[in-house]
């Protein structure tokens, strides 16, 4: 099982980005897949995540209406759309996922230490 993460990079504020998380190993559609985010000083969060089957998504209040996550099965691919971007939305942003967890709009209450699968973060700075 593998994921890696990519598509981080330098924004100004009310810029926008686009996160790819690839999957090898294992078929991403069968399972929920989650973006976590760590910035400086603080503990690891959850941003989004979307269930298997008929993807339905979750988000952090934070990025409510600002971020958009979704998938491309035939790529086994999921994304994360980042529009509006403020200075603290820096962070190291993770996918992740694990084979008994759900999405279920549980988001921002499911803790890092509960999924099994991280990739390599990528860096997103907004900065002017």
């Known amino acids: 099982v593998q994921l890696q993460a990519s598509g981080g990079g330098l924004v100004q504020p009310g810029g926008s980005l686009r996160l790819s998380c690839a999957a090898s190993?294992?078929?991403?559609?069968?399972?929920?897949i989650a973006w976590f985010r760590q910035a400086p000083g603080k503990e690891r969060e959850g941003v989004s995540c979307?269930?298997?089957?008929?993807?339905?998504?979750d988000y952090v209040d934070s990025v409510k209406g600002r971020f958009t996550i979704s998938r491309d099965r035939a790529k086994n691919t999921v994304y994360l759309q980042m529009n509006s971007l403020k200075p603290e939305d820096t962070a190291v942003y993770y996918c992740?996922?694990?084979?008994?967890?759900?999405?279920?709009?549980?988001?921002?209450?499911?803790?890092?230490?509960?999924?099994?699968?991280w990739g390599k973060g990528t860096l997103v700075t907004v900065s002017s």
């Open positions: 992740v996922t694990d084979f008994e967890w759900k999405c279920d709009g549980n988001i921002a209450t499911t803790r890092d230490y509960r999924l099994d699968y």
């Open positions: 190993g294992f078929n991403a559609d069968y399972y929920s």
């Open positions: 979307i269930s298997s089957g008929i993807s339905s998504a």
